[in-house]
């Protein structure tokens, strides 16, 4: 009785691994009636919600409960674009989204950790990485720039090569004068969690073909 039981419920385990619901993210149209565009060779962890203008380019993988919103339109009815460049990750829990008129762009190779806020207007670099629960807000992070944990960048532009303490808050009135420079080790480190969710794409992906 309890073997019959076992084979029952891992029955019923394989079908719901197997239902459209577990192997598709939420794609959703905003209320212009755009709908994501994303690159075949991507992943997006059945979780993640993705709304409206939303761009994903090839190689990127987005995490649980991730939520990419573009759906704020202007008096005009346009709506600028979410764009998540090419190798980029998007870890569990990132909020992006963007006021209307407003775009965000996020570079090939750049990191976006757990629970970080990327909200537009934002230019975010290429091979860039934001740390756990930082916040960025109406300002532009230049190539290869690292954001730690629980930091804010709020009205500014941050130079390339800009390194960013845990807790910092950088603003419009923030000397960069005092912001250390991205160290060896750093930019290793930034290299090390791309290459490590580039890994992640390939075998998410194998995985769902198997299916």
Known sequence: MIELIYVQLNRHEVALSNSHHNRCPMIRKNPRGDLPDVH??????????LCGCVIVEAGVFIGPYAVIRADETTVEGDIK??????????????????KSGAAVTIGARTSIAHRAIVHGPCTIGERVFIGFNSVLFNCVVGDGCVVRHNAVVDGCDLPPG?????????????????????????????????????RLVEGYRRLRNEL
């Open 162 to 198: 800009f390194y960013v303490p845990s807790t910092e808050r950088i603003g419009s009135s923030t000397d960069l004068g005092r912001i250390p420079r991205v160290t060896v080790a750093a930019s290793e480190f930034s290299e090390d969690v791309a290459q490590t969710n580039n």
């Open 81 to 98: 674009p979410i764009r998540i460049g090419i190798g980029a990750n998007i870890q569990d829990g990132v909020v992006i989204h963007s």
């Open 40 to 49: 075949e060779s991507a992943f997006v962890d059945p979780t993640a919600i």
